[in-house]
């Protein structure tokens, strides 16, 4: 696909078939995160890759019982790592690695809809719960979830904001 064809079929998809993601689709995923742009090229995120059914069942009751989370065969946790900005001082701890943590899951979301597949950006969660589920290392922070997998679902299309209303164009 190209690119704004990509962008124009990316929705969210909150319901997934029980088919596996192939490992060469999840690679070549995982490929696309590597290259997102980040402050400093410093990549001051973490991804973590779950299949596991308890796991995905644990992220679901973690993100406030969204349990189509578990349908999904494959799970991405991208954690921001504040003490990777930490050259960047407060603003790198609080923010840059956050940014470059979301910057990631859009990558991801793209590179997926690209080959077939269909996800949905959680943001809605308890970070201790998810943190405590999957035991990840001190100073991982979780900012964002995305199940990955094949849609059972097409969703009618979500209206947008007119770009009138969205940008406010300076002279």
Not at 115 to 121: D, E, F, R, Y
Request: proline share 6%; hydrophobic share 45%.
């Amino acid at each position: 696909m190209k690119l704004f064809d990509v962008i124009q079929a990316r929705q969210s998809i909150r319901a997934f078939q029980p088919k596996a993601v192939e490992t060469d689709q999840l690679e070549t995923i995982l490929a696309t995160v590597n290259q997102a742009p980040s402050a400093g090229n410093l990549q001051a995120y973490q991804v973590h890759v779950f299949r596991e059914v308890k796991i995905r069942q644990a992220l679901a009751r973690a993100a406030l019982r969204q349990e189509f989370l578990a349908q999904a065969p494959v799970v991405l946790v991208f954690c921001a790592c504040p003490a990777r900005a930490a050259k960047y001082g407060q603003r790198g701890e609080q923010l840059y690695c956050v940014q470059d943590a979301t910057i990631a899951v859009a990558y991801a979301q793209l590179a997926a809809t690209a080959l077939g597949l269909a996800t949905c950006w959680i943001g809605a969660f308890d970070e201790d719960a998810v943190s405590r589920a999957l035991d990840l290392p001190a100073g991982q922070r979780p900012v964002g979830l995305l199940p990955v997998g094949y849609a059972a679902e097409t969703p009618p299309r979500t209206t947008r904001r007119q770009l009138s209303d969205l940008v406010i164009d300076h002279p």
